[in-house]
């Protein structure tokens, strides 16, 4: 009984774990492809303000417009783009310019988090309800006149109401701030804050709630402590110094490296795994924290903006002319006192410690595999909850693995948020592998236990390995197809055998299927292409209307074309295709512009619903092949 208890209390826990990270990850999204407008607005303040290191009046005239209108706007325009594209972005910018305008002289960094894709939600839902009521030819009037439209509606909305709403909200909370500070409790936030950094939801704290809230303190002092609580780097350097003085075997040989990628690289993700190793020493991270707070409240210090990565390289950048010293003394002393506590239980943990025969530190670590991969292992992406510093550089790490073991595979990083629809294998840390199944759930992933060269890049390469040798006739030489496509000619493009006339296929799915199964048996594309020509489906409705149905794959998945082919499906009693009947379905796999004749000849001979019947009637594959080649009817 206890024991069932205490799983189900784990579930919950991990439940919620995932979602405020899946959440936070959203937040941090629409910030962290925007950080380099945020740390030019950090340097311009740490330079040309009054008290930065060459004031310069005309030039310090940018900060505020920086401040107010660019930085909120980019929030809100990233936001409506992650919920419906560009369409979704233009309406996140224009929500946010009302708010901004109505919030007075309120930097609206938290309003722009909700309107930017609260905006893009709402154009994506009129989309949704009038897509199918446009008349054929007035597809762009509508678009672009349904988006002013509906933009000014809501920006008008927002400037009314929501813009006063929020600058009350944001006083209040910057109150709350105040509030903490002016009692000297700020530094108990630690209690709550390093056990939530270890768990990888630095980001959803750091970008999503300590930035907005220190732009407001930033605005009239210039700087802010609330910046400095999450990328300080000095209570990551005094774990590390614990297990390097302390510990033994693989965990003190990996202390260098990774001393070096977190302190002057910023990629904070490097030592959380030293931690969870040794839950006790989440105390010595809290008490590091409490130390920095506390240090940064006596000498008045705080940065111009949130240092990203937290490199003391970026700290100091980010530090105020004359604030130097309270730089050097956060960084130090937390460090020094995160080392004492961490040294004690590092110590003890290691007291008894054995050095094994065998590796088996990572012996059961789970290795998660979801979906199988269809075809050869082409692409991977390394991710991370914001696809920066720490999925970089382990994606850096593998590509460089896989090069020197002569596998030509392309290695990416991403969040998890925004994983691109053509990789065939993700890469996630364990503590991100659930979220990231859920983001991708027909995709194969696997886990691994540390950024920094896990074992598990070591299955990575054997899987491809076995991958490329199982998949070696669909691995073509650059030179090999490039006289491919030279020789391709339409009679090729279009084998008898792929003229299918089947009253027995009624549905889309079927037609898909049977349509790849044909190119892949034909050496036209790998079996993924399958993927693609579903994808794509997603993407665009391939039903033109008149019966004629026209799949292909999305360009996301080009690559898995080996050469140019079509297939064609019959049925003169209708195959359902996305809510209509289709008679006549033409599959593409399109390598080059070899097919376009065809596709040219489709366009004119199958332009009225009259014509397709009278094609569908011919019911002679050799006929049929004839015609689409441009060949006379006899």
Partial sequence: MTESVGKNKNKLTTSFQEKFQKFGGFLSGMVIPNIGAFIAFGLITA?????????????????????????????????????????????????????????????????????????????????????????????????????????????????????PLMQSITNILAGGVSWIIDRGILPLSAIFIEPARVLFLNNV????????????QAQSQGFSSLFMIIPNPGIGLGILLAYYIYAKGEMKDAVPSAILIHFFGGIHEIFYPFVLANPFL????????????????????????????????????????????????????????????????????????EEPDEEIIFEDFPRTFGKKINGPIRKIVVACDAGMGSSAMSASSLRK???????????????????????????????????????????????????????????I??????????????????????????????????????IIIDESIKDRDTCLNLINKKFVEGGYTTPRYLDGLYAKEEEFNTNMGNGLAIPHGSFDYKSEILKTGLVLIINKNGIEWNGSNVKLVVGIAGKGDEHLDI???????FDTEEKVDDFVKIGNPAKIKEILENKERK
Wanted: aromatic share 8%.
């Fill in 205 to 216: 704290i750091d970008h999503g709630i300590m930035a907005p809230l220190g732009l407001e």
């Fill in 401 to 459: 693995k896989l090069k020197n073991a002569g596998l030509n595979v392309e290695v990416i990083h991403s969040a998890i948020a925004n994983i691109p629809s053509d990789v065939d294998l993700i890469v996630t840390h364990v503590e991100l592998t659930e979220i990231a199944k859920k983001a991708k759930p027909n995709k194969a992933h696997i886990s691994i236990s540390s950024y920094i060269n896990p074992k598990e890049f070591n299955d």
């Fill in 599 to 605: 596709l040219a000849k489709i366009s004119t001979e």
């Fill in 47 to 163: 330079i040309f303000l009054e008290t930065g290191w060459y004031p310069n009046e005309k030039i310090a005239k940018l900060i505020s417009p920086l401040l107010q209108y660019l930085l909120p706007m980019m929030i809100g325009y990233t936001g409506g783009e992650m919920i419906y594209g560009k369409r979704g972005a233009v309406a996140g910018a224009t929500v946010t310019l009302g708010l901004i305008v109505g919030g007075g002289d309120v930097a609206m960094f938290l309003g722009a988090m909700i309107m930017g894709p609260l905006g893009g939600f709402i154009i994506k839902k009129f989309d949704d309800l009038v897509k199918d009521k446009i008349p054929e030819g007035f597809e762009m009037i509508v678009n672009n006149f349904s988006l002013g439209i509906v933009g000014g509606i809501i920006c008008i909305l927002s400037y009314i109401f929501v813009g």
């Fill in 461 to 498: 390469e054997n899987l491809i390995r076995k991958n490329h040798e199982e998949n070696k006739s669909y691995i073509i030489d650059e030179k090999e197809e490039v006289v491919e496509v030279k020789t391709n000619n339409n009679s090729d493009i279009l084998d008898l055998e792929n």
């Fill in 282 to 353: 989440i105390l010595a991270d809290i008490a590091g924290g409490i130390a920095a707070i506390i240090i940064m409240q006596i000498t008045n210090y705080g940065t111009t903006y949130t240092p990203s990565p937290g490199s003391i390289i970026s700290v100091l950048a980010l530090t105020p002319k004359g604030h130097y010293l309270g730089a050097i003394l956060t960084v130090g002393i937390s460090c020094i006192v995160t080392f004492l506590v961490a040294a004690f239980f590092v110590k003890k943990a290691y007291k008894n410690y």
